[in-house]
């Protein structure tokens, strides 16, 4: 089945600095990544949707300038978390759409990046 | 290798009752969740399951076996709306989610 992928699954870093997450589909192209944001055992916030090649959509209340996204290319998308602050600790998840699958809908989960500001 | 088995596809009818089982293997367990996912929308939280037991929440019901590595969500009183795809994820001793590929609900009137 469809595998994706995110590095690393856990990053600690102090206030002020910035964190890289990847999400790779690992043996399917995905025209189109998301990003969730998990609170502790509650539902997934979707937070942008990422399609290769453009600009990112973001929800409503998403910081655009705090978190960037970029999918340049069809198997990797990476969600940057500028100036950190304890608040945006969290568990974050990406998810991918195989462009080639018969069910356009169906989305393939990471495993989650959980992201610890200090 | 860490995976979880649920049905692809089932079919029922509304007002009826359905049960969508999930079966996992995994190293470590902190826990289950289950969502409910429709088409082009972001998952809901359904439930989550951490210890064994039925866990009620209206019409909906979850179910944990640690010991048998099993799970399921029962729908009662099915309504046209709950056509949808259901999602178990488990939480390994990692904290990572290793998720299902999803059950896709069909209700028939």
């Known amino acids: 089945g469809a595998v994706v992928s995110q590095h690393p699954s856990w990053v600690i870093c102090k206030s002020g600095t910035s964190v890289k997450i990847e999400c790779r589909s690992l043996?399917?192209?995905?025209?189109?990544m998301f990003w969730y944001r998990q609170f502790p055992k509650q539902s997934l916030m979707l937070m942008a949707t990422?399609?290769?090649?453009?600009?990112?959509?973001?929800e409503q209340g998403v910081e655009k300038d705090k978190f960037l996204i970029n999918h340049a290319s069809l198997t990797l998308s990476t969600l940057t978390v500028t100036s950190a602050h304890p608040e945006d600790s969290s568990f974050y998840i990406c998810?991918?759409?195989?462009?080639?699958?018969?069910?356009?809908?169906?989305?393939?989960f990471g495993p989650g990046t959980r992201l610890t500001v200090l | 290798g860490q995976n979880i088995d649920q049905p692809t596809e089932m079919t029922a009818t509304e007002g009826a009752i359905v049960q969508i089982n999930c079966t996992y293997q995994?190293?470590?367990?902190?826990?289950l969740f289950w969502y409910q996912q429709h088409a082009g929308e972001a998952p809901t939280f359904l439930s989550y399951?951490?210890l064994d037991g039925l866990e009620e929440k209206g019409r909906f019901s979850s179910f944990l076996s640690r010991s048998k590595g099993y799970s399921y969500l029962l729908l009662k009183e099915l309504q046209m709306k709950d056509s949808a795809s259901y999602l178990c994820a488990v939480m390994d001793s990692n904290y990572q989610l290793i998720w299902g590929a999803g059950t896709k609900l069909i209700i028939k009137p």
């Open positions: 399951n951490v």
């Open positions: 998810s991918a759409r195989d462009r080639l699958a018969g069910d356009s809908d169906t989305q393939y």
């Open positions: 990422s399609n290769e090649g453009s600009k990112a959509t973001y």
């Open positions: 043996d399917f192209q995905a025209t189109t």
């Open positions: 995994t190293s470590g367990f902190n826990g």
